[in-house]
């Protein structure tokens, strides 16, 4: 996922017409979950998804990004979640998604002064995975793309599996998710055909079969 053009991945709603509209929608009773065309509703997606980040990424663009499984983004890039600053709360996943991101210190530091921080802060924080240059965003993003899918399909969408509700869950409980998805695994023809790859030192030839 990445951004049209390179000043900006995505800045968010426009306050002059979407958070209006939001302001009515909640004095009607009607207000609604901030979806973004479902990424940041609490839905399993299964498949892997990577953020080319370039420009400002900031508001709901922020927290777009940060539904996303893994966030490359170059120098110039800019991050923050400005919503305190006009008296509302980043209402799209902020709040939950960036304190499981980062320490929590450093998200509440961007969630309530609503300042903006560099690519380079957020790299040492951990917002991002890495930092690239502008003319290798896509590509690289392609390339970690490409190693995902040269990996077992269905052990890939266990892992990501057991990690996202691992991490919402007691030490014991993820364990238990952990064992029964390893069992699910170790009982697919998915499995069979690596661990006999890597006997006759070959690349495995995946085909997502569970049985």
Known sequence: MTGAGGRAFCSGGDLKTYMPWRRQ?????????????????????????????QGYCIAGGLELAMACDIRLSTADSKFGLAEVRWGVLPGGGGTQRLPRLVPVGYALEMILTGESITAQRAEQIGLVNRIVEAGDLLDT???????????????????????????????????????????????????????????????????????
């Open 141 to 211: 993003a392609f390339k970690v793309a490409q190693r995902i899918v040269e990996n077992g399909p269905l052990a890939v969408q266990a892992a990501k599996k057991a990690v996202q509700q691992g991490l919402s869950a007691a030490l014991q409980d993820g364990l238990t998710l952990e064992a029964a998805l390893q069992r699910q695994l170790l009982q697919s023809e998915d499995a069979q055909e690596g661990l006999k790859a890597f006997a006759e030192r070959r690349s495995p030839v995946f085909k997502g079969v569970a049985s």
């Open 25 to 53: 929608l909640a004095q009607e009773g009607n207000e609604s979950t901030i979806s973004f065309g479902g990424m940041t509703l609490p839905h399993e997606i299964t498949k892997p998804v990577i953020a080319a980040i």
